[in-house]
């Protein structure tokens, strides 16, 4: 299983960014998919959700409505459509997924949100 996060970087407040993740491996298209975040010193943060079949399973409330995710079969990717981004998103970004009793999380992508 590979993980790959790509778009993160150094945003202004109000700025938006699209992360994605490209994946491989195992069956993408019959697994649940997760965005988490980690600041220093904090557990990883469960951001957004979405099933196999693209319905979006739940959102973590501080980024509900700013940010969507999204998931592309076909590719094997899924996305996170950040927008109105503020400085409280700063945060290493990872890609997950869970197979049976393994998870597997990709190397993440830094956002940096600052003026």
């Known amino acids: 299983v590979q993980l790959v996060e790509s778009g993160g970087g150094l945003v202004r407040p109000g700025g938006s960014l699209r992360l994605s993740c490209a994946a491989s491996?195992?069956?993408?298209?019959?697994?649940?998919m997760n965005w988490y975040r980690q600041t220093p010193g904090k557990e990883r943060e469960l951001v957004a959700a979405?099933?196999?079949?693209?319905?979006?399973?739940n959102y973590a409330d501080s980024v509900k409505v700013r940010f969507t995710i999204s998931r592309d079969n076909a590719k094997n990717a899924v996305y996170l459509q950040m927008n109105s981004l503020k400085p409280e998103d700063t945060a290493m970004y990872y890609c997950?997924?869970?197979?049976?009793?393994?998870?597997?999380w990709g190397q993440g992508t830094q956002v940096t949100v600052s003026p």
């Open positions: 997950n997924t869970k197979r049976g009793p393994y998870t597997y």
């Open positions: 491996g195992f069956t993408f298209s019959t697994s649940v």
């Open positions: 979405i099933n196999s079949v693209g319905y979006v399973i």
